[in-house]
T-cell receptor, first 114, second 116 residues
Framework: DAGITQSPRHKVTETGTPVTLRCHQTENHRYMYWYRQDPGHGLRLIHYSYGVKDTDKGEVSDGYSVSRSKTEDFLLTLESATSSQTSVYFC?????????????FGPGTRLLVL | AQKVTQAQTEISVVEKEDVTLDCVYETRDTTYYLFWYKQPPSGELVFLIRRNSFDEQNEISGRYSWNFQKSTSSFNFTITASQVVDSAVYFCALSEGGGGADGLTFGKGTHLIIQP
């Protein structure tokens, strides 16, 4: 257990509404990530963060923004949700083991955009 | 750009059979990290193993073993004497540089079904 929680765990929203997903970690990890999982695509990186206020885009960042104002929280925002953003969203942290990093994942958030 | 291919979309075997899940990767970096994750029907992602590009030693953990071959860019995963609890989707993933802290590139996953 890497001490990662995600909220909400399930959400149904309508097209065009803003949505914010929260990832919270309790172990002061520097690196945090947001991925989405879709059938036939595996997991794809949306955004990641190397520290407070230090974020960067991943493979599928269009339509998403992130913020990290505190080490423990990494927020993912869909400014105007679309049906193509219906997905399962996973947050991850990177934990250092010996001299290498390993990513551990939160429980996921199921988002349905109608 | 990096890429991970898991050509087997779904594998079904009978309990106690051995099964190998294939993973082929592409990268231009000389330093990279390979991972396997398990996603059981409950949906969480469970870390199984990390291997860096400088360590080609195969690893065994109980009924699980991993074969890393740089010559063929493969990192295959074998379950010996499979059990119903092994039924899950298994993902192979790659991270380039950064000590492994860069984002992961995942394969599309292999759905493993173990029939009793």
């Amino acid at each position: 257990d890497a001490g990662i929680t995600q909220s909400p765990r399930h959400k149904v929203t309508e097209t065009g509404t803003p949505v914010t997903l929260r990832c919270h970690q309790t172990e002061n990890h520097r690196y945090m990530y947001w991925y989405r999982q879709d059938p036939g695509h595996g997991l794809r990186l949306i955004h990641y963060s190397y520290g407070v206020k230090d974020t960067d885009k991943g493979e599928v960042s269009d339509g998403y923004s992130v913020s990290r104002s505190k080490t423990e929280d990494f927020l993912l925002t869909l400014e105007s949700a679309t049906s193509s953003q219906t997905s399962v969203y996973f947050c991850a942290i990177s934990a250092r083991q010996e001299v290498q990093e390993t990513q551990y994942f939160g429980p996921g958030t199921r988002l349905l955009v109608l | 750009a990096q890429k991970v291919t898991q050509a087997q979309t779904e594998i079904s075997v009978v309990e106690k059979e051995d099964v190998t899940l294939d993973c082929v990767y592409e990268t231009r970096d000389t330093t990279y990290y390979l991972f396997w994750y398990k996603q059981p029907p409950s949906g969480e992602l469970v870390f199984l193993i990390r291997r860096n590009s400088f360590d080609e030693q195969n690893e065994i953990s109980g009924r699980y073993s991993w074969n890393f071959q740089k010559s063929t860019s493969s990192f295959n995963f074998t379950i010996t004497a499979s059990q119903v609890v092994d039924s899950a989707v298994y993902f192979c993933a790659l991270s380039e540089g950064g000590g492994g802290a860069d984002g992961l590139t995942f394969g599309k996953g292999t759905h493993l079904i173990i029939q009793p």
